[in-house]
């Protein structure tokens, strides 16, 4: 329970933003950026020039001294910042308050920017001009100050119609100075008690996440979250790995912190001291480094988005963070789980516990203390792994392409050139045609016409066949022979595959719609 209720007001949008520019009202570094385009920003002027409801914007009133934007797209959000403590930090409305400060304040120097937006008397419209000097195109920063409104509003005197715009111009400034915002204040709370209404602020579709909540968590003694997180992802990046998650980040960073890598864990980082934060980015950031290469010789992995479950890339650096010269036994064992893990779909749905547990057997299986991970069982059944529908969106499939990839086929079953590998890949279309590598359409296996398969392998040299887990036995099988030889034989080959990079014996069932 709050110690004070949350207080409603009505307040004018005018002073709103007035109040952002003095500083009483901060917009606090944590929220995540700016993130709405100009087809966005005009819609919120319409809204307003037509008496549209805008929602609601909620204030935290607090005593906490944390870190505020002070530019947003080159617009100097507060004009003489002062530290002066309680003060309100905006919470919910940072995207619409935001845009409206931006355009009244707009500096008019550079005509290209998303603050410069007019209003076009002839039509009513919120625009941004391709060039300056139109009469009829009111810029919103001549609104506010009483000389500048009157200063814009002579150059009417030259058009054909001045009264006309003289009116437009008057509508346009009653309706900003007239409009009212519903403002709610929360007051004396601490920052641990505010954390949970980030989870609950959706109002534009874009919901905060732990990532966001942590930034408002950390912000002590000049660190910088959002700056120590960037560096970590750019230091991958220049590794040749992009698009790593900061979720990601926050969890290896937790781990390297010894907590654990659950969300109630992760909160924990905000109780540590600066000099323990910092450390724990660069042990962590040098340990996720050597995980993703150890990915790369061992699954051909070089874009993260393929790695079938993100939380793996999590394990395998906890573990380089302990053992910086494993074994080649253990080198090997790290290897044959992270393919086990990977076609059984051992961590989909894996629950709090089982986060825990993993990261404590991954932890003792560093440092020698045991010699076996989880899952331990002798075979695997891969009826799911096979018979999947192919989608690069889940697990099954992405794994299913880094076992075709690790095979490097130039060319597909249809004898299509596969462009050669490269380091680093732009775009999933650069994987479409590896991992798409089957003469079975659908799924991992899938189905395949009777009569196609000769005609598939046409021209098609042997290594391809092989690279695309197709041996020269199946092209052979006569076009008239039932589905079932086909994907019987297919399967097989993919169970082959699956054990050597697992070390486990495979099974497989055919599914009954296949079996004709």
Known sequence: MFKKDPVPDIQRLEQLVANIRRGEIRLPKFQRPFVWDKEDMLNLWDSIYNGYPIGSVLLWHSSE????????????????????????????????????????????????????????????????????????LFPLNKLLNTSDFIRQCMRFEATSNPKKYYEAAEMLLRSVKDYKVAVVKIGDVSLDEVAPIFERINSTGRKLTMVDLMRAATWK?????????????????????????????????????????????????????????RESFESSKKATVAGLHFLNRELGLDDFSYLPYGIQLTYVAEFFRLNSTPSGEQLTTLREWIWTTAVTRYFSGASTGQNSRDLAEIRAFAVGSVDALSPTVPLLNLTDFIFDEFNLRTASST??????????????????????????????????????????????????????????????????????????????????????????????????????????????TVPGNLQI
């Open 65 to 136: 001294a944390l870190k505020s934007e002070r530019e947003i797209y080159g617009f100097s959000v507060q004009e003489s910042p002062v530290e002066v403590y309680p003060t309100n930090y905006l919470l919910d409305g940072q995207q619409r308050l935001t845009t409206v400060c931006g355009a009244l304040y707009w500096d008019g120097g550079n005509l290209d920017s998303i603050w410069a937006i007019h209003f076009d008397l002839d039509t009513e419209k919120f625009v941004y001009p391709k060039s300056i000097g139109q009469a009829n």
């Open 221 to 277: 003694d000049g660190f910088d979250l959002t700056q120590y997180i960037s560096d970590f992802l750019e230091s991958l990046a220049l590794d040749g790995f992009r698009d790593v998650p900061e979720s990601i980040v926050l969890r290896g960073v937790a781990a390297a912190s010894g907590l654990g890598i659950n969300k109630a864990d992760i909160d924990g980082l905000r109780n540590l001291d600066v000099d323990a934060l």
């Open 399 to 508: 794994t299913f392409g880094l076992l075709l990839r690790r095979h490097k086929p130039t060319a597909d079953i249809s004898g299509r050139a596969i462009p050669a590998l490269k380091s680093q890949r732009k775009n999933r279309a650069d994987y479409a045609d590896i991992f798409s590598g089957s003469i079975f359409s659908g799924r991992n296996v899938g189905q395949v016409l009777k009569g196609q398969s000769s005609a598939n392998v046409e021209g098609v040299t042997a290594p391809d066949l092989d690279a695309n887990l197709v041996s020269e036995e199946l092209a052979a099988i006569p076009g008239g022979a039932t589905m079932s030889h086909h994907v019987r034989a297919r399967a097989q080959l993919i169970c082959n595959a699956v054990s050597r990079m697992t070390g486990k014996e495979c099974q497989f």
